[in-house]
């Protein structure tokens, strides 16, 4: 009978919907909270996945400027045409399909702070543009010749490395030190100690809310493979993983069959590899064997955990 584990009675700190129990980030979102108090530019540095607008959202409620609008939009998810219209706005006419004026978000976020996200993803004229706005306060409308003035509070944030696309020629080096006069350095999913447990729970919680099934208990295998795995979509795959297991599984417990194939050390359909080598199989079997099927003796033997050990079993057709 596998062992099942229950909800741990964990209450997560809450800063503007970014939860969390791991110690370095409590560290991290005190120093957010410190520099919200001024207007310095900020850049959020982090993998894709991880929650960097939630921190300029945090940053923003926390500054000065918490009453006025705060804006964000995905530089890699834009055009260049369309990145520069969301921000400097165009008069009707500018470009083709411009068939009305509109106020792009520069003028719209006066007063209030502007979240960039992805920002090394945008293209060296916009940056030109973005760059006087930082250092003049002002910039012109597409197809305009009329000055507006702008107060913005600039948050960006990248996955990417600003000083070697600087080296490339991707990104200005005059930018680059005008948007990063604080980095804050967001840590990924996989160093957050506590926080996967936490947040599947708290996933699983809004889940049964919401659906049918009601999952009361993971499997201790399932568990040490959700806390093995090295997460490289942090928590938005975390929450994708959740919401798979949920919806595939039955019954009040998950299992580790109910998990990706990612999780479970297999490769999805589409993507697997030619089987291993048969020494490997071979020798696993006669550990197995030799222990009994003892499957705890023989990770500690091969020095892994146990979920490990099951994936390789599930890979060599050993189960």
Known sequence: MPKILKSPEIVPHNFGGLLTVAPNMLEFMAQAARVARTNASILVRGPSGSGK?????????????????FSAINCAALSRE?????LFGHKRGAFTGATHDRTGLLQLTDGGTL?????????????AGLLRVLQDRCFTPLGSSEVIHT??????????????????GGFREDLMYRIRVVPLYL?????????????????????????????????????????????PGNI???????????????????????????????APP????????????????????QHQGRKQVVADALGISRATLWRRIKQFGLD
């Not at 979240?115 to 940056?127: G, N, R, S």
């Not at 809004?206 to 493979?225: F, M, Q």
């Open 270 to 289: 589409d993507e697997r590899a030619p089987m291993e080598s048969n020494d490997e199989r071979s020798a696993l079997r006669a550990l197995l064997q």
């Open 151 to 168: 107060d913005i509070r600039l948050v960006s944030a990248t996955h990417s490395s600003l000083r070697r696309l600087v080296a490339q």
């Open 82 to 86: 369309l990145m520069a219209s969301e």
């Open 53 to 69: 607008e939630l921190v300029a959202r945090y940053i923003h409620d926390h500054s000065q400027r918490a009453g006025n609008t």
């Open 187 to 231: 840590p990924p999913l996989r160093e957050r100690i506590g926080d996967i447990e936490m947040l599947t729970w708290d996933f699983i919680k809004t889940l049964n809310a919401e659906n049918e099934r009601t999952v009361t208990g993971i499997t201790r295998i399932a568990h040490d493979a959700l806390l093995s795995y090295h997460w």
């Open 236 to 266: 938005r795959e975390l929450s994708n993983v959740i919401a798979y297991s949920h919806a595939i599984g039955e019954g009040p417990v998950i299992d580790l069959p109910d998990l990706p194939p990612e999780l479970r050390g297999e």
């Open 115 to 127: 979240f960039l996200d992805e920002i090394a993803e945008m293209p060296l004229d916009i940056q």
